[in-house]
T-cell receptor
Framework: NAGVTQTPKFRILKIGQSMTLQCTQD?????MYWYRQDPGMGLKLIYYSVGAGITDKGEVPNGYNVSRSTTEDFPLRLELAAPSQTSVYFC???????????????FGSGTQLSVL | GEDVEQSLFLSVREGDSSVINCTYT??????LYWYKQEPGAGLQLLTYIFSNMDMKQDQRLTVLLNKKDKHLSLRIADTQTGDSAIYFC??????????FGKGTKLSVKP
């Protein structure tokens, strides 16, 4: 059972570089999410998607882009990396609208990103 | 201030009960959740409570909800060293997103 898989686990970027964080799930979930977790802070929602071809902004979308061409994949793109984007990034998925049900979010193991 | 607030640290002895408290702001939240994060891992759902309930018990876990005061608590009975982790309170918003607290780091001493 793979669940939610994120790659890479760690990455160091220089200011201004770009990269894509990959996320894939094999549970046929409709909803997928990207969160960032800063030290000593709760998770903040960056972007989410309710299905293939549909994405929407979360609380902290600036500096990021997403796409959802398939149900399985939800990559997160950083175009011009900045030190403020140093964080741990978590991808998550759920079958339905998770805040309105008791259905849980399934989280990936995270990507630790440092921008220097 | 933060939408969801919880204390940052809690230290207990093995075998004691742990109580982690949380306050939230949106009275229309339908579900409230407790997630557990072990070192180097993603969050895992521990338990949840529907907003029209006062209490929910699940083995060693008891969730209490005071909707009037917007206060949520998680009690872990007979706390074990394996319970050491960060515990996040989260409220489900009507827009479909979860708002997380900063997390409470629980340390269990043998």
């Amino acid at each position: 059972n793979a669940g939610v898989t994120q790659t890479p686990k760690f990455r160091i970027l220089k200011i201004g570089q770009s990269m894509t964080l990959q996320c894939t799930q094999d549970m046929n979930h409709n909803y997928m999410y990207w969160y960032r977790q800063d030290p000593g802070m709760g998770l903040k929602l960056i972007y989410y998607s309710v299905g293939a071809g549909i994405t929407d902004k979360g609380e902290v979308p600036n500096g990021y882009n997403v796409s959802r061409s398939t149900t399985e994949d939800f990559p997160l793109r950083l175009e011009l990396a900045a030190p403020s984007q140093t964080s741990v990034y978590f991808c998550a998925s759920s079958y339905s609208k998770q805040s309105a049900t008791n259905e849980k979010l399934f989280f990936g193991s995270g990507t630790q990103l440092s921008v220097l | 201030g933060e939408d969801v607030e919880q204390s940052l640290f809690l230290s207990v002895r093995e075998g004691d009960s742990s109580v982690i408290n949380c306050t939230y702001t949106d009275s229309s939240s339908t579900y409230l959740y407790w997630y557990k994060q072990e070192p180097g891992a993603g969050l895992q759902l521990l338990t949840y409570i529907f907003s029209n309930m006062d209490m929910k018990q699940d083995q060693r876990l008891t969730v209490l909800l005071n909707k009037k005061d917007k206060h949520l608590s998680l009690r872990i009975a007979d706390t074990q060293t394996g319970d050491s982790a960060i515990y996040f309170c989260a409220e489900g918003r009507s827009q479909g997103n979860l708002i997380f607290g900063k997390g409470t780091k629980l340390s269990v001493k043998p």
